[in-house]
């Protein structure tokens, strides 16, 4: 790939399995206690203070202006993974509208032109440069091969025709990745996806995309009358566009998780805020039972979901390469648990969160928006359940599993059940607070229900959405369990028990909720009423509108 960038080297532990997630769908856990959380040095961190402290200043400015003001188009190699997910963290914690913008210009731009540029386009990686990333069209959306843009050839080069809906960034750009169709769209002609960069030029219209969401992001309907492009500008191959455009997804996945936890975070910081100031009934609202509870399980979801993004982040950077799997994942996990997070922080600031400069409840918005940049989440469950099953779909339904680590005596269903009712499994085991029993069951028993419903479905598994949602739902849910734990394993070998304490509390609370969650995923696996509900969601669109009334 021409002009890949260089990255900063990173040892997480040799100990570290780089199929530590993957492994999950196959039924196996595989830690053994020496692994290592990948943690920041202080001067790594120190490193990023100066610009920690301006996005602390600059709260007037945001998305590309702020990026500008902090020095942050600026084409820069020596960051780790790890320390890239934290500047993003800051970013989403400060203004999700300049995380947003930082991951379309960084992540979907600058890294794929990096990447799978030609040398001749490389010069575009200047200090000044602004990237967008132009995929979605109105009547396709996230469905890439029905893209309808099209790159006409002329000469030695292309002219790009079409129009792209949502582009963020796309007001102030000086460079689109645009992708596009490279045959004409015409009944049965394949689209031959290729992906463009294409500079600013009168051919190129934008118009604002008008939004309640991320106001400062410069999210615009770009489009695209005829602009020439010679084929250097092509990145990647001709027609194989899709795979540089997945590649910049998953790149942007991890950003986009971090910058989700960062907003959560700084969620929780204002609501603990709120709650120290605000008195009702004579009290402190913080000091009521049900405010309380929900306090600590917005902490422990919090800290949770920081682990895991920490955690891939750690594990890009110890193996050089980016696996769409654990990215994946971590994106769902992102959504999911920052959607709980927030959801109790607007919540828990009564009518404090509709009122004032950055509400609670335009946190939410914002956050719940930068979850659709790489596509639903909807569709994204489908991805992950594929993705991790990928090789065994390759040998078809009669392919051979591999097997699961070991027998269970009584089956899986039956240790899970027995887990739960007697809940006699010490939580003292493995890392303190971690359930390492527990998770070592629920993960065999993934790994069995991944097989069961791949048996029974065969080729039609590929269309089962329903079984995709409670494998992905139940996966994540393991997968940041599993982070939480060797995240604790980590914190008690450099502070001891007695120093890991808080964070020991914080994987108790978690853990125990995870492992209720996984549980009513696997049941309804094979108890639920889908069919019920596809026959009531028919109907639905049937009837067109709501079908009850209450006129006689
Ligand atoms: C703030 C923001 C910034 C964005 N920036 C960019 C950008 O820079 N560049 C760019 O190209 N795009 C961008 N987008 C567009 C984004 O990629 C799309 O919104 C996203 O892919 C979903 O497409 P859609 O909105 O057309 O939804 P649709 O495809 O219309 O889907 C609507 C709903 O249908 C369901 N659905 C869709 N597909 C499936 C499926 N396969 N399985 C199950 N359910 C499904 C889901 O519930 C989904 O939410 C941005 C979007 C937002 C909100």
């Given at each position: 790939?021409?002009?890949?960038?260089?990255?900063?080297?990173?040892?997480?532990?040799?100990?570290i399995?780089?199929?530590l997630?993957?492994?999950l769908?196959?039924?196996?856990l595989r830690v053994d206690g020496?692994e290592v959380y990948?943690?920041?040095?202080?001067?790594?961190?120190?490193?990023?203070?100066?610009?920690?402290?301006?996005?602390?200043?600059?709260?007037?400015?945001?998305?590309?202006?702020?990026?500008?003001?902090?020095?942050?188009?600026?084409?820069?190699?020596?960051?780790?993974?790890?320390?890239?997910?934290?500047?993003?963290?800051?970013?989403?914690?400060?203004?999700?509208?300049?995380?947003?913008?930082?991951?379309?210009?960084?992540?979907?731009?600058?890294?794929?032109?990096?990447?799978?540029?030609?040398?001749?386009?490389?010069?575009?990686?200047?200090?000044?440069?602004?990237?967008?990333?132009?995929?979605?069209?109105?009547?396709?959306?996230?469905?890439?091969?029905?893209?309808?843009?099209?790159?006409?050839?002329?000469?030695?080069?292309?002219?790009?025709?079409?129009?792209?809906?949502?582009?963020?960034?796309?007001?102030?750009?000086?460079?689109?990745?645009?992708?596009?169709?490279?045959?004409?769209?015409?009944?049965?002609?394949?689209?031959?996806?290729?992906?463009?960069?294409?500079?600013?030029?009168?051919?190129?219209?934008?118009?604002?995309?008008?939004?309640?969401?991320?106001?400062?992001?410069?999210?615009?309907?770009?489009?695209?009358?005829?602009?020439?492009?010679?084929?250097?500008?092509?990145?990647?191959?001709?027609?194989?566009?899709?795979?540089?455009?997945?590649?910049?997804?998953?790149?942007?996945?991890?950003?986009?998780?971090?910058?989700?936890?960062?907003?959560?975070?700084?969620?929780?910081?204002?609501?603990?805020?709120?709650?120290?100031?605000?008195?009702?009934?004579?009290?402190?609202?913080?000091?009521?039972?049900?405010?309380?509870?929900?306090?600590?399980?917005?902490?422990?979801?919090?800290?949770a979901?920081?682990s895991l993004?920490?955690l891939?982040?750690?594990?890009?950077?110890?193996?050089?390469?980016?696996?769409?799997?654990?990215?994946?994942?971590?994106?769902?996990?992102?959504?999911?648990?920052?959607?709980?997070?927030?959801?109790?922080?607007?919540?828990?600031?009564?009518?404090?969160?509709?009122?004032?400069?950055?509400?609670?409840?335009?946190?939410?918005?914002?956050?719940?928006?930068?979850?659709?940049?790489?596509?639903?989440?909807?569709?994204?469950?489908?991805?992950?359940?594929?993705?991790?099953?990928?090789?065994?779909?390759?040998?078809?339904?009669?392919?051979?599993?591999?097997?699961?680590?070991?027998?269970?005596?009584?089956?899986?269903?039956?240790?899970?059940?027995?887990?739960?009712?007697?809940?006699?499994?010490?939580p003292t085991e493995g890392a303190p607070g971690c359930r390492l029993r527990s998770l070592e069951?629920l993960t065999?028993?993934?790994?069995?229900?991944?097989?069961?419903?791949?048996?029974?479905?065969?080729?039609?598994?590929?269309?089962?959405?329903?079984?995709?949602?409670?494998?992905?739902?139940?996966?994540?849910e393991l997968a940041v369990w599993l982070s939480v734990l060797i995240r604790v394993q980590t914190e008690v070998?450099?502070?001891?028990?007695?120093?890991a304490?808080?964070m020991i509390?914080a994987a108790n609370?978690f853990t125990?909720?995870a492992?209720?969650?996984?549980?009513?995923?696997?049941?309804?696996?094979?108890?639920?009423?889908?069919?019920?509900?596809?026959?009531?969601?028919?109907?639905?669109?049937?009837?067109?509108?709501?079908?009850?009334?209450?006129?006689?």
């Amino acid at each position: 790939m021409p002009g890949a960038s260089p990255r900063m080297p990173r040892v997480v532990s040799g100990e570290i399995k780089r199929t530590l997630f993957r492994d999950l769908f196959l039924g196996r856990l595989r830690v053994d206690g020496s692994e290592v959380y990948p943690l920041i040095s202080p001067s790594e961190l120190a490193s990023l203070e100066p610009t920690f402290t301006q996005l602390r200043k600059a709260e007037d400015l945001g998305g590309v202006l702020r990026l500008r003001a902090l020095d942050l188009l600026k084409p820069r190699n020596d960051m780790s993974l790890l320390l890239e997910a934290r500047l993003v963290e800051q970013l989403g914690g400060a203004d999700p509208s300049t995380a947003l913008s930082f991951i379309a210009h960084h992540a979907l731009g600058r890294k794929l032109v990096a990447s799978y540029g030609t040398p001749e386009i490389q010069p575009t990686l200047r200090d000044d440069s602004v990237f967008a990333f132009a995929m979605t069209e109105a009547s396709p959306g996230s469905d890439a091969s029905q893209v309808q843009t099209y790159a006409q050839p002329e000469g030695d080069g292309f002219r790009i025709f079409g129009r792209k809906h949502w582009v963020t960034n796309g007001l102030f750009a000086t460079h689109f990745v645009v992708v596009a169709r490279t045959t004409p769209s015409q009944p049965g002609n394949k689209p031959r996806l290729t992906a463009f960069l294409v500079p600013s030029s009168p051919e190129v219209i934008r118009e604002p995309v008008r939004s309640d969401v991320l106001p400062a992001s410069g999210v615009a309907e770009i489009s695209f009358h005829g602009a020439l492009v010679p084929k250097e500008a092509i990145l990647g191959e001709y027609g194989k566009g899709f795979r540089a455009v997945m590649s910049g997804l998953s790149e942007a996945r991890l950003l986009l998780s971090a910058a989700i936890t960062g907003a959560s975070i700084r969620a929780y910081s204002d609501t603990i805020e709120r709650l120290n100031q605000r008195r009702a009934f004579g009290r402190p609202v913080g000091n009521f039972p049900s405010v309380q509870e929900r306090v600590a399980v917005l902490l422990s979801e919090t800290f949770a979901l920081q682990s895991l993004v920490h955690l891939v982040a750690g594990i890009g950077d110890a193996f050089g390469t980016a696996d769409p799997l654990e990215r994946g994942l971590a994106r769902l996990a992102a959504s999911r648990i920052s959607a709980r997070v927030l959801d109790a922080t607007r919540e828990l600031h009564g009518a404090a969160a509709f009122s004032g400069d950055v509400t609670q409840s335009r946190r939410w918005a914002d956050t719940r928006a930068l979850a659709l940049l790489d596509g639903s989440d909807l569709a994204l469950e489908s991805f992950v359940v594929l993705e991790a099953t990928r090789e065994l779909r390759k040998g078809g339904p009669q392919v051979s599993l591999p097997p699961l680590p070991s027998p269970l005596p009584e089956g899986p269903k039956g240790v899970v059940e027995r887990l739960w009712s007697s809940r006699h499994v010490s939580p003292t085991e493995g890392a303190p607070g971690c359930r390492l029993r527990s998770l070592e069951l629920l993960t065999r028993e993934l790994g069995n229900q991944v097989r069961h419903q791949f048996t029974s479905h065969g080729a039609e598994f590929v269309e089962h959405q329903h079984a995709h949602r409670r494998i992905a739902n139940a996966a994540l849910e393991l997968a940041v369990w599993l982070s939480v734990l060797i995240r604790v394993q980590t914190e008690v070998q450099r502070v001891s028990t007695v120093g890991a304490e808080r964070m020991i509390d914080a994987a108790n609370l978690f853990t125990g909720g995870a492992e209720e969650r996984v549980r009513r995923q696997f049941e309804h696996l094979s108890r639920n009423e889908d069919e019920l509900r596809d026959r009531i969601a028919r109907r639905a669109y049937t009837d067109g509108t709501y079908p009850f009334d209450i006129v006689g």
